[in-house]
């Protein structure tokens, strides 16, 4: 049975691809900072892995056995530093997969990565596409969506009180 470690397993995504896996017949390791919030994919059949993604030693102890990995830069919004956040996030997660000889990685990344300034935090995750293709023997594969109808959510109380939404995306 194949295994599939995925990073940001209590997340947005990592809630809705756990159980896709496991619905496929996927052994899923499901990688969270809170046992508590794992708890629900545990329930569902996912096998809960307390880790952090800024530790490569964590992440290759979370990595190894797993036939692949979905490997992604969770959102950290009172990080002082986000720019060094998403590198040192990028070379522990690539790190870990190099040391656990995982083969097979999907990493969440974003449309503007392959823009090598400009693209704000972004700039974070063309690093994180760069270091997995820096991992010899690794087939990758690099998803870039663009912006997720799920950050609107922010908005909400913006939108109650003004009647209004605002942001600094153009419309």
Do not use: C
């Not at 896996?21 to 046992?35: Q, T």
């Not at 979370?62 to 992604?72: E, H, I, L, P």
């Not at 950290?76 to 996030?89: E, F, I, L, Q």
């Not at 109650?160 to 942001?167: L, Q, R």
């Amino acid at each position: 049975m194949t295994t599939i470690a995925v990073t940001g397993a209590t997340g947005h995504i990592g809630q809705q691809l756990v159980p896709l896996l496991l619905a496929e017949g996927m052994r899923v390791r499901a990688i969270g900072r809170d046992a508590s919030r794992l708890q629900p994919l545990a329930d569902v059949g996912a096998e809960p892995w307390i880790g952090t993604v800024d530790s490569a030693r964590s992440m290759a102890e979370a990595f190894r056995g797993a036939d692949a990995a979905f490997a992604m830069i969770p959102p950290d919004y009172g990080h002082p530093d986000p720019a060094a956040r998403a590198k040192a996030v990028a070379e522990a997660l690539a790190a870990g997969a190099q040391v656990a000889r995982v083969r097979h990685v999907v990493t969440l990344s974003s449309i503007g990565a392959h823009l090598p300034s400009g693209v704000g935090p972004v700039n974070g995750l063309r690093g994180l596409e760069a270091r997995f293709n820096q991992v010899p023997g690794l087939n990758v594969l690099h998803l870039r969506p663009s912006y997720f109808m799920e950050n609107l959510l922010n908005a909400i109380g913006v939108i109650e009180s003004m009647h209004t939404n605002g942001g600094a995306l153009k419309a």
